[in-house]
């Protein structure tokens, strides 16, 4: 809080109390600043014994300043000028004190100088459901036809035979929430606050967000590799260089070509949004789920698949597509440095990244150790659907709140920020705010979209298990509980990062969709064991 007094003609920080008792002292009261940013004098009593002790005094806005040319006994007037943070930076002070200084010389009926915040969409839950839901089906029936790509490819001679291919799945489908999804909330903040408006502003930010995915996807999939060679192999004491090349290239072609084209497909999705009047928050986490679940796991399929063959007559095509993809990433990084947005991503954005890859390969462990029993591989199919149906509501809500903060201009740090307890399930699902309005919304489209998903899957004769009640039950309980976990999580995680100056929109989404794929495979392979125990044990559907 800056303090500017018309007596003394000088800035003091009022942030502690002490230097108030002090100010008093002199003669210049203390005052506490209003949220508009404007300058609001304060009177003081003639008779200290009037003021009031405890250092709380009463703020009454005034359009203009009183003249008090030719008054013996002037009294002293402060003004409280807010420096508050904008959306995406901090507000000029130096020209907030000059529109004080002029306020306070004419008799202007107005002070406030600060540039208008843009106008956040007003939404109810029915126009949050309207728009959500569209694109969650859609993001759903991608989920599907990913969940019966990997169904069909699981059997292929590459995945029977290096089965540590499992293990990049969860890896590489969860590049949809560490890069593309995180690229879709970073661009629709973006645009919901004004800073794509312009054409080269767009461009600039088009380029570098680009640049920067596929810097990330080329060491993500790296990285994805070399923690399938040692969560697959090590503990096994069974290593083989070949494979470990195969794994290495087919993930890094993977996740680079995968990231481009997403990447292009998420752009054309927020422009178009925007100019339709359509939050792209609602619309575009989704879209880049129901695409890159599919997208990603056929090229992983194709990809792998055609590099296995050539073991057999070529042993440097592997090394050679490594080579190629590795060599490009200087241009990227280049090309990323000089957007500001990017270039402070491309430093100290890697930590999330790579920690949601870990956690995600912990989970393709999971499926790997699953689905190589035959008892169990008609899990393979619901992996993508459970999995994606939860990271895609988690990352819309987590985009949503990050946006809201943005919007209301809320200081991503404050010197002395108030300490706040950790939300209760009670305030993130019950509460009266947007933000609980939208968790409410989405929790409730969990049960009925999860049933349309299994019936689609069964009527295409997909899986190796049949849809009895106990098995939905079962299903059911397990992804109600996965989105209520994450729903919670992406409230806490959201608000904690904000007020420890992280970005949400860079941070929060890899950590989210990387628990969605833990929780949902964890969960769902604890389903089939407790079916196995409980006698279901069909697994003949769809041979």
């Not at 150790?369 to 035959?374: A, F, G, Q």
């Not at 169990?376 to 149906?389: D, E, K, L, S, Y």
Request: aromatic share 8%; charged share 15%; glycine share 8%.
């Amino acid at each position: 809080m800056v303090l500017w007094s018309k007596d003394q003609d000088k800035l003091s920080d009022m942030s502690t109390g002490t230097e108030r008792i002090e100010m008093m002292k002199e003669g210049v009261p203390p005052a506490y600043h209003h949220s508009n940013g404007s300058v609001h004098p304060v009177i003081m009593p003639d008779n200290n014994e009037e003021a009031p002790q405890n250092g709380e005094y009463e703020l009454t806005e005034m359009t203009s300043l009183p003249d008090h040319d030719g008054q013996e006994n002037e009294r002293p007037e402060t003004g409280v000028i807010d420096c508050r943070a904008n959306a995406k930076g901090q507000r000029e002070e130096d020209a907030l004190l000059e529109n004080a200084s002029q306020s306070n010389e004419s008799d202007d009926t107005s002070t406030d100088q600060s540039p208008v915040p843009p106008v956040q969409l007003k939404e109810t839950s029915f126009s949050i459901g309207l728009q959500v839901l569209f694109p969650f089906l859609l993001a759903g029936f991608g989920t599907v036809a990913a969940g019966m790509v990997l169904d069909m490819v699981q059997h292929w001679t590459v995945f029977t035979e290096v089965t540590e291919v499992f293990i990049l799945v969860p890896a590489l489908l969860g590049l949809k929430g560490n890069l593309e999804m995180t690229l879709a909330s970073r661009l629709s903040t973006a645009a919901n606050i004004g800073h794509m408006d312009s054409a080269k502003d767009m461009w600039n930010m088009i380029m570098g967000n680009l640049a920067l995915i596929q810097v990330q996807a080329t060491v993500v999939g790296f990285l994805a590799s070399i923690a399938a060679v040692i969560f697959g192999w090590i503990p096994e004491g069974n290593f083989k260089i070949g494979h470990a090349i195969l794994l290495c290239a087919s993930s890094v072609a993977t996740a680079f070509i995968a990231s481009l084209l997403l990447g292009l497909i998420m752009i054309g999705v927020i422009i178009a949004s925007r100019k339709v009047g359509i939050n792209p928050d609602n619309v575009a986490t989704p879209i880049a789920a129901s695409l890159g679940d599919l997208i990603t796991l056929t090229l992983l399929a194709g990809i792998s698949t055609g590099l296995y063959k050539e073991l057999e007559f070529n042993n440097y095509a592997n090394p050679m597509v490594c080579a190629f993809f590795v060599a490009l990433t200087p241009i990227w990084v280049l090309i990323a440095r000089r957007t500001p947005s990017t270039r402070e991503v491309l430093y100290s954005g890697w930590e999330p990244v790579i920690i949601a890859m870990a956690i995600s390969s912990v989970g393709g462990l999971i499926l790997d150790k699953t689905v190589s029993n035959p008892n169990f591989a008609g899990m393979a199919v619901f992996t993508p659907v459970i999995n994606g149906v939860g990271g895609n509501l988690a990352a819309v809500q987590a985009s949503r709140i990050s946006t809201y903060l943005h919007m209301n201009a809320l200081p991503i740090t404050e010197p002395n920020p108030t300490p706040r307890k950790c939300p209760t399930p009670w305030s993130t699902f019950f509460g009266s705010g947007v933000n609980s309005r939208s968790a409410r919304v989405l929790f409730l489209l969990v049960a009925p979209g999860h049933l349309v998903f299994l019936y689609t899957i069964n009527s295409m004769q997909g899986g190796h298990t049949t849809l009895t009640y106990v098995f939905i039950a079962f299903y059911m309980a397990a992804a109600l509980l996965q989105v209520i976990i994450l729903l919670y999580m992406a409230d806490w995680m959201v608000n904690w990062m904000w007020r420890r100056g992280m970005d949400p929109d860079n941070f929060s989404i890899p950590y989210l969709t990387a628990l969605g794929d833990l929780l949902g495979t964890g969960f769902l392979a604890l389903c089939f064991h407790i079916l196995w125990l409980l006698g279901d044990r069909d697994t003949d559907v769809g041979d």
